[in-house]
């Protein structure tokens, strides 16, 4: 069973919607992640959340907006997507600190703009 | 500059054929090297963590390696559920993973 938790698993969303992407951990990480992977390539860093704070924005465009209400959940807010922006969205979760810390994922949210 | 390369791009074997997989690095203070299975449509799976030169880890038919230059992901007798898409990633002195492209490994019965 995994304990990183990713909900919707798909998505489809036009270029005018708002929706959002929701990820939830159990393993007690302080450190949370966002990554965009397009197909066999990589997963490519969006944000890094420790302790509840935005410690990096990897220049991603605003209409992607991150959230972290709490220790456990983490949240993706996509406004106004290209099509472009489909992808696979991952959420990881880790110890947090300079560390080397292994990341956990969740199964990912396949997102598709039409 | 640092740096990740992953060798072969994809790579097929009899079922019970062993190989290895590569992972080159250039890292400036290397923290840690990850090694992650990703089945298609899914996040990828921790594997193991490497920390120093010369240690080594094992799960299963899986060990992986360390040097100062590369890692090294030996595969003994596969099974078909072995398939997969093998990431390498490391951490320098900057916290942020390097992923390497990955090696599509498949299995056949």
């Known amino acids: 069973d995994t304990e990183v938790t990713q909900t919707p698993k798909h998505l489809v969303m036009g270029m005018t919607n708002k929706k959002s992407l929701k990820c939830e951990q159990h393993?007690?990480?302080?450190?949370m992640y966002w990554y965009k992977q397009k197909a066999k390539k990589p997963p490519e860093l969006m944000f890094v959340?420790?302790?509840?704070?935005?410690?990096i924005n990897e220049s991603v465009p605003s209409r992607f907006s991150p959230e972290c209400p709490n220790s456990s959940l983490l949240n993706l807010h996509l406004h106004a997507l290209q099509p472009e922006d489909s992808a696979l969205y991952l959420c990881?979760?880790?110890?947090?600190?300079?560390?080397?810390?292994?990341?956990?994922f969740g199964p990912g949210t396949r997102l598709t703009v039409t | 500059e640092d740096q990740v390369t992953q060798s072969p791009e994809a790579l097929r074997l009899q079922e019970g054929e062993s190989s290895s997989l590569n992972c080159s690095y250039t890292?400036?203070?290397?923290?840690?090297l990850f090694w992650y299975r990703q089945d298609p449509g899914k996040g990828p799976e921790f594997l193991f963590t490497?920390?120093?030169?010369?240690e080594e880890k094992e799960k299963e038919r899986l060990k992986a390696t360390l040097t100062k230059k590369e890692s090294f992901l030996h595969i003994t007798a596969p099974k078909p559920e072995d398939s997969a898409t093998y990431l390498c990633a490391v951490q320098g002195s900057n916290y942020q993973l390097i992923w390497g492209a990955g090696t599509k490994l498949i299995i056949k019965p």
């Open positions: 393993m007690g990480h302080r450190a």
């Open positions: 990881a979760s880790s110890q947090p600190g300079q560390g080397a810390h292994e990341q956990y």
């Open positions: 959340y420790s302790y509840e704070k935005l410690s």
């Open positions: 890292v400036s203070g290397l923290r840690g």
């Open positions: 490497l920390y120093s030169a010369g």
